[in-house]
């Protein structure tokens, strides 16, 4: 068995080491030149990180991360809405990380290369076509400039491309680009001074603009976590990007991200000023696709924000490309044939996703902002008199509940796992 996985982000990367670790042979094509540690801070929860420490890489992540304690949700005055502890602080064997991306990414990608070999991993590769038959896949990759780089062979391909995924466009041809919402998020992040238990974070807002606030790492003096922050602005109807708008690279600026940020003011930490300290930030336009009918085609198929690229709420971006991964390696490592691997991964992986692609939609559990604004816009004296607390933790716990990581489903599965093990209980 040999999987060429088209994609060196979290998800590829995670793939890799899972199929490793079960035996199987893999190939990894990035088309960058290097692997850089880009991107801002993500939450990874509970559900995926239980899968990292099966790899061993908890150890490491805690050396780069900060373990999340507790979560508000707050109005755009600051009245808590919300408030919840998380991770291991809420019950789980695991924690909850709040991490850069890139340190995350370079976390799974030392681990990758210390295993599996820099012999396995191909940068400045480029996928430019691929063909299957009876007998496996054949992928064709390319420079910038256009030459053919390498020829590959392999039982499967596996698209963890992103986003604007290769593989993807061409198993659909048809389906053209990703859909905006009108929304663009404005991300950076500074070392700033620990508020609250320094493990703390804070989503505060409405339906027009929300503001998120957490540490992601310990910073260069004591008590001053590299603090990450997020404006999340309602600018246009949605639809196809402006053309001005199209760069996921694109540097933000001032003008545009502070008006929206003078609507706020809470006490928990001075997002405001936090922002102003910030050198330089990012925009992105908050874009997903429809769920598709199919993720595998004979001996191809989809990981990650290939296959389910969502809006950027509920902390499951990350977390369900890492699940992906780890059914993938399983479903391949008991199959007798490739083509009942992939099938079985698709019938479990597509629609437990596509459920969190159109809940993130709605808001995901960030909705409990927006149910409580449109109720009460100008505050409120007695937050059960707006939304009752059964109502808010419908919203909350039942999204969790759909995205697979409600603490009673992590510890079953963890249970279980356990039982199924040579042994029982005992061998773990």
Not at 73 to 82: A, F, V
């Given at each position: 068995?040999?999987?060429?996985?088209?994609?060196?982000?979290?998800?590829?990367?995670?793939?890799?080491?899972?199929?490793?670790?079960?035996?199987?042979?893999?190939?990894?094509?990035?088309?960058?030149?290097?692997?850089?540690?880009?991107?801002?801070?993500?939450?990874?929860?509970?559900?995926?990180?239980?899968?990292?420490?099966?790899?061993?890489?908890?150890?490491?992540?805690?050396?780069?991360?900060?373990?999340?304690?507790?979560?508000?949700?707050?109005?755009?005055?600051?009245?808590?809405?919300?408030?919840?502890?998380?991770?291991?602080?809420?019950?789980?064997?695991?924690?909850?990380?709040?991490?850069?991306?890139?340190?995350?990414?370079?976390?799974?990608?030392?681990?990758?290369?210390?295993?599996?070999?820099?012999?396995?991993?191909?940068?400045?590769?480029?996928?430019g076509s691929f063909t299957q038959d009876e007998g496996g896949v054949t992928a064709y990759f390319f420079v910038p400039d256009g030459?053919?780089?390498?020829?590959?062979?392999?039982?499967?391909?596996?698209?963890?491309?992103?986003?604007?995924?290769?593989?993807?466009?061409?198993?659909?041809?048809?389906?053209?680009?990703?859909?905006?919402?009108?929304?663009?998020?404005?991300?950076?992040?500074?070392?700033?001074?620990?508020?609250?238990?320094?493990?703390?974070?804070?989503?505060?807002?409405?339906?027009?603009?929300?503001?998120?606030?957490?540490?992601?790492?310990?910073?260069?003096?004591?008590?001053?976590?590299?603090?990450?922050?997020?404006?999340?602005?309602?600018?246009?109807?949605?639809?196809?990007?402006?053309?001005?708008?199209?760069?996921?690279?694109?540097?933000?600026?001032?003008?545009?991200?502070?008006?929206?940020?003078?609507?706020?003011?809470?006490?928990?930490?001075?997002?405001?000023?936090?922002?102003?300290?910030?050198?330089?930030?990012?925009?992105?336009?908050?874009?997903?696709?429809?769920?598709?009918?199919?993720?595998?085609?004979?001996?191809?198929?989809?990981?990650?924000?290939?296959?389910?690229?969502?809006?950027?709420?509920?902390?499951?971006?990350?977390?369900?490309?890492?699940?992906?991964?780890?059914?993938?390696?399983?479903?391949?490592?008991?199959?007798?044939?490739?083509?009942?691997?992939?099938?079985?991964?698709?019938?479990?992986?597509?629609?437990?996703?596509?459920?969190?692609?159109?809940?993130?939609?709605?808001?995901?559990?960030?909705?409990?902002?927006?149910?409580?604004?449109?109720?009460?816009?100008?505050?409120?004296?007695?937050?059960?008199?707006?939304?009752?607390?059964?109502?808010?933790?419908?919203?909350?716990?039942?999204?969790?509940?759909?995205?697979?990581?409600?603490?009673?489903?992590?510890?079953?599965?963890?249970?279980?796992?356990?039982?199924?093990?040579?042994?029982?209980?005992?061998?773990?």
């Amino acid at each position: 068995m040999k999987a060429l996985i088209v994609g060196g982000g979290i998800g590829g990367l995670t793939a890799a080491l899972m199929l490793h670790s079960r035996g199987l042979d893999c190939e990894i094509f990035e088309q960058s030149e290097t692997v850089r540690e880009l991107g801002v801070g993500i939450n990874t929860l509970p559900h995926a990180i239980k899968e990292l420490a099966e790899l061993g890489l908890l150890p490491r992540l805690d050396q780069v991360a900060i373990r999340t304690h507790e979560l508000f949700y707050l109005s755009r005055t600051g009245q808590e809405i919300w408030r919840e502890p998380r991770g291991t602080d809420a019950g789980f064997e695991y924690p909850q990380f709040s991490i850069h991306r890139g340190r995350l990414q370079q976390v799974i990608y030392q681990a990758v290369r210390a295993r599996l070999g820099e012999s396995r991993i191909h940068t400045g590769h480029r996928l430019g076509s691929f063909t299957q038959d009876e007998g496996g896949v054949t992928a064709y990759f390319f420079v910038p400039d256009g030459s053919h780089r390498k020829t590959a062979r392999g039982d499967i391909l596996i698209g963890a491309d992103g986003i604007h995924s290769y593989v993807r466009q061409t198993l659909f041809p048809d389906e053209g680009q990703a859909h905006w919402n009108g929304s663009m998020l404005y991300r950076g992040a500074t070392e700033w001074p620990k508020f609250l238990t320094g493990r703390s974070m804070v989503i505060a807002g409405g339906m027009k603009a929300k503001v998120v606030v957490y540490p992601i790492a310990e910073g260069t003096r004591p008590d001053w976590p590299l603090t990450n922050w997020a404006v999340q602005v309602k600018v246009g109807e949605g639809g196809a990007l402006p053309r001005d708008k199209q760069s996921w690279s694109q540097l933000g600026r001032f003008e545009d991200v502070m008006p929206h940020v003078q609507r706020f003011t809470f006490p928990l930490v001075d997002a405001r000023a936090l922002i102003e300290a910030t050198p330089e930030f990012w925009e992105y336009p908050m874009c997903d696709r429809d769920p598709l009918p199919r993720w595998t085609h004979g001996r191809v198929t989809l990981l990650g924000d290939a296959a389910h690229p969502m809006y950027p709420v509920g902390s499951n971006g990350a977390s369900q490309a890492i699940l992906d991964a780890r059914c993938l390696a399983d479903r391949l490592r008991e199959c007798d044939h490739v083509y009942q691997a992939l099938a079985a991964y698709n019938a479990e992986r597509l629609p437990a996703t596509a459920q969190i692609v159109l809940s993130n939609r709605s808001g995901g559990p960030e909705g409990v902002i927006d149910a409580v604004e449109a109720r009460a816009p100008d505050g409120f004296d007695n937050i059960d008199n707006v939304l009752s607390y059964e109502e808010r933790k419908a919203i909350v716990r039942g999204y969790a509940a759909k995205a697979g990581f409600a603490r009673e489903q992590v510890n079953k599965q963890q249970t279980a796992r356990q039982d199924n093990q040579p042994g029982g209980k005992a061998a773990s």
